[in-house]
């Protein structure tokens, strides 16, 4: 497993090298540790942390700029390694069929890299226009050598090309071999056109050559249903740094490393759609070119009778959830959709390729279609079955604990008064989790601190166990984040509010939003892009977006992600209580709340209320059309069945009891 950077997540971490002496030497600034050996000290001069090796490096980002103007290219100088204490000055050789001062701004043959966290320096190749067309040119920078290189030595790569096209500017539609979308970019740096990484060997898009945190966009919008195609590549630090593509804001594939020219296929659904590919990097680090290419774009419109490409698929939920069920068909626009519960009751307004129910309920529980017709013919879709579930309870608890601060799933779970196994070690805790029942065991990882390997924790979730997870560790285990229905979208180090959306009882009792601090870590957590079979239920945005999930809850209901350190919550009382409130999600459900048919007895309905928890208020809803909804009673809960009396005149045919929103 790659380890980043920043191995302990603390914010003491980088204050652990400010006591150190910085002293001139002849190895240029070093650290000055003194060491006493018996009764004599000795002096050792070092370039930095220890077992950390500096190499002096330049890449082109991006290795092409027209002459014409637009997107500039840059030759990036940097120390690789780490952070030396001491910087160094860098002689260069400058060569390449263009000439330095009449083809471009004229480029210094020297470089000085400071020292510190990181250290880069760029130097951009700004051409100068001359009205003759030449052909493409190039710059070459070649590092000769390191004024400091007994500390930072010339490393690899030490030269980079810069290619100055000079001719008519490529367009960005030309370059995906589509004139017929209407493209745009964005972020941080643009998109490009370039010939010199392509797949139809004549030119691609490339993206901008953004920094750390930063992302550069694509965007084009069609009309489905169609087929839409397209090859692309990435060389980037792998598992790190992405080039990603999404389908109106849901994210449907990524590829990270050195990945050369892979087709992909995607089927669009009928209405307008907007996709997206996106070159993402995280807080720290470069490795390959730090780019992703996009070429050979094609969309082709459905034709022909409807034909269902995706089913609906069966889901099980648990009870409040938001739910989504779809089917993707493919034929001649326009395409009509109409849902139906059950078989044979069409559900009103739900004409779209998708059908979303909130806050579901047992009322709902059933099996959906839709069918789906154009001026050719009719297609209905298979069944889909919606059922809700209920974990049951959990007689063992697996907590594991990595860092200095009190935890706040311990303190929840000693208030509560359930027994648990508390791990501090990562060894013991993965052996425990290997031999846990589970059906019958709840794992919490409060790993705030360190990077620990929790391949134990994967492997129980994808068998079937439950578990609440935080981690510093999933900024290097995206298998993890997956398991949990997940993957990370932007790492923060200053954590902003968390806000309830809906679908879960986390915030009860508590404000919304809840404001967090940022004096306990380096990194205080990371904003999550929800997968196929995860749901956020709040995130970092006021609204449900689909990049800016803060928790999510996957797996039919048996995991739960936070993207958030519960340590940061301002309120320690809150972190309590959110805590409760997911452990209680997952091992200690509400009851179901089951509504028998209305029954007739001497003239009169009476509606039957069985289970749900004791005390609680919940309102008695009742609908001729699962849209329009009417509130008949407000009851309170026993332990017993509840009998309350419907007018005989009722127009409603289905019934349903909603419990007190979450504050």
Not at 90 to 111: H, K
Request: aromatic fraction near 10%; proline fraction near 7%.
């Amino acid at each position: 497993m790659k380890m980043k950077s920043e191995p302990k997540n603390s914010s003491a971490a980088r204050q652990s090298l400010r006591a150190a002496t910085r002293v001139p030497s002849i190895f240029g600034t070093c650290l000055l540790l003194s060491i006493a050996f018996a009764s004599q000290a000795h002096a050792i001069f070092l370039c930095g942390p220890l077992f950390e090796t500096y190499r002096a490096v330049v890449r082109a980002v991006p290795a092409f700029v027209a002459e014409s103007g637009g997107s500039p290219a840059e030759f990036l100088f940097e120390v690789t390694g780490g952070s030396p204490l001491g910087g160094t000055t860098l002689t260069l050789e400058i060569s390449g069929t263009a000439a330095n001062g009449t083809d471009y701004q004229t480029l210094s043959a020297q470089v000085t890299l400071p020292g510190g966290s990181s250290p880069r320096v760029t130097r951009a190749v700004v051409p100068i226009p001359d009205g003759v067309i030449e052909g493409t040119e190039s710059v070459t920078v070649r590092i000769i050598s390191s004024s400091n290189s007994d500390c930072i030595p010339v490393g690899t790569p030490n030269q980079a090309t810069i290619y100055i096209l000079d001719g008519p500017e490529l367009s960005l539609a030309a370059a995906l071999d589509n004139t017929n979308l209407f493209w745009t970019v964005g972020g941080a740096r643009l998109w490009l056109t370039q010939p010199l990484v392509t797949h139809d060997g004549v030119d691609a898009a490339q993206s901008g050559p953004v920094s750390h945190n930063q992302e550069s966009w694509l965007e084009t919008k069609v009309t489905g249903p169609g087929i839409l195609t397209f090859w692309w590549k990435v060389s980037s630090e792998q598992d790190f740094d992405w080039l990603r593509f999404h389908i109106d804001g849901v994210l449907r594939q990524q590829i990270s490393g050195e990945v050369n020219w892979q087709q992909r296929t995607f089927q669009i659904p009928d209405g307008l759609h907007t996709l997206r590919w996106r070159y993402v990097k995280d807080l720290y680090d470069n490795a390959g070119q730090d780019a992703g290419w996009v070429d050979d774009v094609r969309f082709t419109p459905a034709a022909g009778s409807p034909v269902v490409m995706t089913q609906p698929a069966t889901i099980t939920i648990w009870p409040e959830a938001n739910v989504t069920l779809s089917a993707v068909a493919m034929g001649q626009a326009p395409l009509s959709h109409q849902w139906y519960f059950n078989q044979t009751h069409p559900i009103p307004g739900a004409t779209q390729p998708t059908l979303t129910l909130n806050n579901v309920r047992h009322a709902n529980a059933g099996r959906y279609h839709v069918v789906i017709s154009n001026a050719l013919g009719t297609v209905s879709s298979s069944l889909a079955t919606l059922s809700l579930t209920n974990n049951g309870p959990a007689t063992a608890v697996l907590l594991y604990v990595d860092g200095p601060y009190p935890s706040p799933y311990e303190s929840a779970l000693t208030q509560m008064g359930r027994p648990y196994q508390k791990f501090t070690f990562a060894t013991s805790f993965n052996q425990a989790v290997a031999e846990a029942n589970r059906n019958t065991t709840l794992v919490v990882v409060d790993a705030t601190y360190y990077i620990n390997d929790l391949t134990s924790v994967r492997n129980f979730i994808t068998s079937g166990g439950r578990a609440i997870v935080q981690a510093y560790s999933l900024v290097v285990d995206a298998p993890l984040a997956t398991a949990l229905k997940a993957t990370l979208e932007r790492r923060f180090t200053i954590p902003p509010p968390v806000h309830a959306w809906s679908g879960s009882p986390f915030f009860s009792g508590l404000n919304n939003p809840l404001n967090l601090t940022d004096d306990k870590f380096i990194e205080n957590g990371h904003k999550l892009h929800v997968l196929d079979g995860g749901y956020g239920v709040a995130g970092f945005a006021t609204a449900a977006t689909h990049d800016e999930a803060a928790v999510v809850i996957g797996n039919a209901g048996r995991t739960i992600l936070n993207g958030f350190f519960l340590e940061d919550i301002g309120s320690p009382d809150n972190a309590i209580r959110f805590a409760k409130n997911q452990i209680e999600f997952l091992i200690n459900p509400q009851p179901p709340i089951e509504l028998p048919s209305p029954a007739l007895v001497s003239g009169e309905f009476w509606l039957q209320i069985i289970g749900g928890r004791a005390g609680l208020s919940c309102a008695i809803e009742a609908s001729e059309d699962f849209v329009q909804w009417n509130t008949v009673t407000n009851v309170t809960l026993s332990a017993g069945p509840i009998l309350i009396g419907l007018p005989t005149t009722a127009p409603w045919s289905v019934y349903r009891a909603v419990t007190a929103p979450v504050p």
